[in-house]
């Protein structure tokens, strides 16, 4: 059976109040305690804010493939007339996004919304292929209409419509047996299609014990007294508050220092009034708190150190904040009508909320009676235990299973109908039987898009999106550039099998991704003929966007198009290559920190970051903790080793044509190679003053540099060209192909590797895989990457270097030192599986 859920329950103003929270709960519980059965959710894209909260509320338990987002032009809002049309198109979009899962059963967590918020639920009546279910909370508006309806009209005729379509469900869900007997006693409903599935507090509320340090915060914050009396909800006429003020005024006179507390956001008006009656009731200014707006730790804390719990309501769909109270352990007491006597479990703690005298005595018997107080909590904390999500998510299953057992799916939408037909042009036509698609009512060129992004069918093979942004460009045949030429080659020549492999791009002057078709194309070395338009990218949830490439000056403003990306449902992940801008700032030019800076804060917006080692996995996971402000949504950091098979590459070729350039020109003495672009941080200058320090005592060596003009190295350039060792003991080769450098690699004795930090230190095994021996700095990273398979140096200074260098070609004549033969190694074949694994386990 797969089921859909409709979530605008959880994303209207209600996501703030009880509603809200019943609804994202019941989904959560629902998809936890699926079984065999298949669910999807589906959000509405007009109340944006809260879809990026609900995908996370959601992470671990559903793939983002099962959230969709369908999407709509505003407003739609019914309490303004002039929306009527944009509203009908929205209810037919939601109802083909709908129809394109293929649902056995829609669920509604709450079928009300809609009059001032732009959701758009429509008539079950419109589903003409599944079971429609709703969640019934309560009938308040119904029975009380002189409060809440009749001085609106406007929301008095949207209310009792919804009201009325609870008819055509074919179940409803209560939240509690009074919601359903209620409903059933008022509306023409078959009492088979209504079943209680109740509710539930959540895992937050429990017993906790706040240090003395905690209490005082919490008391110096909103004013507390040792003891307090507590309530926590809404202050509509129906909570009854001026009957209980007007009780715990009697009982103040009695009890010295005490004060009734009302938790939680309250209008301005309903405090003051508050305020005046508790004022004519002889209390002072002191004697009530009005919290305002508490964070549920604060209510928690407020639970578990409140004197006593006061619910007063006189109607109720279930009455959530005792049991709330109760599973924090605090006593707890309340009225004896509707729902909340089903809620608290025990007579002896409930009172006639009509009657201020009954008021009184509870108030004054829980206060008082120290025997009655414990037993209020025993029996809270018992009656709580049987109150679970999970019993409500295997319920609302259940109530799913039996009333789909009984569903009679009309012929004319059979399954085989339903897969036959073209989901796209069934909306059209009936988004043109509207009658509004050429009014000016719709921009159709927006409406083509919106139908693209809401149609979007089940969840197949996921696309990973590869941003290839500066090799298209550039081809700057950096570490970073082979890093990103050797992976896409690997994962275009032999696709993974979970995804679909698309390289992208993004250009100046654009807001958006395309295809990079044509670079694709040319760089597998196919006709320019085979390659298809560049194309703006189109995505679904589940998607993955990888930045392969660094693109520190241009991802910071694609910012919003990535948030809608990840909106929509696909995951945004990031290769770090090292944090050494910000280890090493003195190493790089100012500009390039600010730049760095800017990408990294925006790189911990998003879903994660693959590192090209754990050493820098290591590293960023310390800066983020530090520099970082929590977030609810989790940042997954993981690691892969980089490929060592030049061949593999996409290898340029080519030897100097200069002689002078050659290794063959140098002397017969050791050939000692450093592999790396020229800057401050890679160690040059300090490796060729170790160098000097070797030929000034006579040690017979050979450095060959291999690395273009890099930043902050002016100096050092200038001493390597005219250096009187240049060409006889000393090479410097700006640039030379994979070719040459694979024939440098064979031909040399030993790779250096003199760098103050490295994200991997790619050189080091590419010179494993030619047998090259080894002489690093003494890193974390080297050691992750070499292992026993190096020989090591620390110091700040050339003779320490030289030092270890002269050591190291002592061993090396007495063919002693440590041999990087056996060191393991990827191929890049190996690495970008590796790639694809730390994806598979950070992807949501």
């Known amino acids: 059976m797969r089921i859909v859920i409709d979530m605008q329950g959880a994303q209207t103003e209600n996501q703030f109040r009880g509603i809200g929270r019943y609804s994202l709960s019941l989904a959560q519980a629902i998809v936890r305690n699926r079984g065999e059965n298949e669910v999807y959710l589906v959000l509405n894209g007009m109340l944006s804010e809260s879809v990026d909260r609900i995908r996370t509320a959601f992470i671990g338990l559903l793939p ?49 919304e809609g009059y001032v918020d732009d959701a758009v639920i429509g008539s079950p009546l419109l589903d003409t292929h599944a079971l429609v279910s709703a969640t019934i909370y309560d009938l308040i508006p119904l029975v009380t209409p002189k409060q809440y309806l009749d001085g609106n009209p406007g929301y008095k005729k949207h209310y009792l419509e919804k009201v009325d379509a609870f008819k055509d469900y074919g179940l409803l869900l209560s939240i509690s047996d009074f919601a359903r007997e209620e409903a059933l006693s008022l509306l023409p409903l078959d009492s088979a299609n209504v079943v209680n599935v109740s509710t539930a507090a959540d895992d937050v509320f429990r017993p906790v014990a706040l240090s003395s340090d905690e209490r005082d915060a919490l008391d110096k914050k909103f004013g507390l007294r040792q003891k307090f009396v507590l309530y926590s909800g809404g202050a509509d006429d129906r909570k009854n508050l001026p009957q209980l003020i007007k009780a715990f005024a009697v009982v103040k006179a009695e009890l010295e220092d005490i004060q009734l507390v009302f938790a939680g956001k309250m209008p301005e008006l309903h405090i003051y009034n508050f305020q005046k009656l508790a004022h004519d009731q002889g209390l002072s200014q002191t004697d009530l708190v009005f919290t305002g707006y508490i964070t549920d730790s604060e209510l928690v804390a407020l639970y578990n150190v409140c004197s006593l719990y006061v619910f007063p309501s006189w109607h109720e769909g279930f009455g959530l904040p005792p049991l709330e109270a109760m599973k924090c352990g605090a006593p707890v007491i309340g009225a004896n009508k509707s729902s909340v006597p089903e809620v608290i479990g025990w007579e002896e703690a409930t009172f006639d909320p009509f009657d201020i005298q009954a008021i009184c005595g509870k108030l004054r018997q829980a206060l008082t009676d120290d025997t009655f107080s ?48 073209d989901g796209t042009q069934v909306l059209i036509d009936a988004l043109a039987a509207t009658g509004h698609l050429h009014t000016g009512a719709v921009d159709i060129q927006r409406l083509a898009k919106i139908i693209d992004y809401s149609l979007q069918g089940l969840a197949g093979k996921p696309t990973l999106f590869v941003d290839i942004s500066e090799l298209c460009k550039h081809d700057g045949k950096s570490g970073i550039q082979r890093v990103v ?65 660094l693109l520190m000056d241009v991802i910071p403003y694609k910012q919003t ?26 190493c790089f030019v100012e500009s390039l920190q600010a730049h760095y800076m800017k990408w990294i804060h925006a790189v911990a917006q998003y879903d994660g970051a693959i590192c090209i080692s754990h050493a820098v996995a290591d590293e960023l996971g310390k800066w983020l903790d530090k520099n970082v402000p929590p977030r609810k949504r989790p940042f997954r950091i993981g690691a892969f080793h980089l490929g060592a098979d030049i061949d593999q590459s996409m290898p340029s070729t080519g030897f100097p044509e200069n002689p002078a350039l050659r290794i063959e020109s140098l002397e017969a003495s050791p050939n000692f190679l450093m592999v790396g672009t020229l800057e401050p941080r890679k160690g040059h200058a300090q490796a060729l003053d170790a160098f000097e320090l070797l030929w000034a005592a006579g040690i017979q060596a050979n450095l060959i540099i ?37 024939h440098l690699y064979t031909h040399c004795d030993c790779l250096v590797a003199a760098s103050y930090g490295e994200g991997f230190g790619l050189p080091l095994i590419e010179a494993a895989q030619y047998k090259l021996p080894i002489i690093a700095r003494d890193l974390p990273v080297f050691h992750e990457v070499a292992g026993e398979f ?42 970008a599986q590796q790639l694809i694994g730390e994806i598979d386990k950070c992807a949501f």
Not at 561 to 586: E, K, N
Not at 793 to 810: H, N, P, S, V, Y
Request: contains cysteine; aromatic residues 12%.
């Open 374 to 421: 414990a037993a209020l909590v025993t029996h809270g904390l018992q009656r709580a235990e049987q109150f679970s999500w999970d019993r409500t998510g295997m319920a609302a299953v259940a109530a799913f299973e039996q009333a789909f057992a009984n569903f009679e799916r009309p012929e004319k939408c059979s399954d085989t109908s339903r897969s036959s037909g």
């Open 64 to 112: 983002q493939s099962h959230i969709r987002v369908w999407y709509s032009q505003g407003p739609v809002c019914e309490h303004d007339p002039a929306n009527s049309a944009r509203k009908q198109m929205a209810q037919r979009i939601r109802q083909a996004c709908i129809d394109d899962l293929k649902p056995d059963v829609v669920h509604v967590t709450s079928a009300i």
């Open 790 to 831: 190096a020989w090591y140096f620390k110091g700040a200074t050339a003779q320490d270097i030289a030092d270890r260098l002269a050591e190291w070609l002592k061993l090396y004549e007495l063919k002693q030192h440590p041999q990087s033969g056996e060191m393991p190694w990827l191929t890049w074949k190996g690495s």
């Open 706 to 742: 291999v690395g273009k003009h890099g930043w902050l190295v002016d100096e050092l350039a200038t001493r390597l060209i005219n250096h009187p060792e240049l060409g006889r003991r000393l090479l410097w080769l700006e640039g030379v192909s994979d070719e040459y450098l694979e």
């Open 485 to 549: 030429r050797s992976i896409l080659a690997e994962w275009l020549n032999n696709p993974p099998e979970g995804y679909e492999i698309k390289p992208v791009y993004t250009k100046s002057g654009e807001t958006f991704y395309r295809y990079a078709s044509h670079f694709a194309t040319m760089f597998l070395g196919k006709d320019a003929s085979e390659a298809g338009q560049d194309e703006p990218i189109s995505y679904r949830a589940g998607d993955v966007y990888l930045c392969l490439d």
């Open 561 to 586: 198009y990535l948030d809608t990306m990840r909106a929509h449902g696909v995951s945004i992940f990031f290769v770090v290559y090292d944090l050494l801008i910000l280890q090493l700032p003195h």
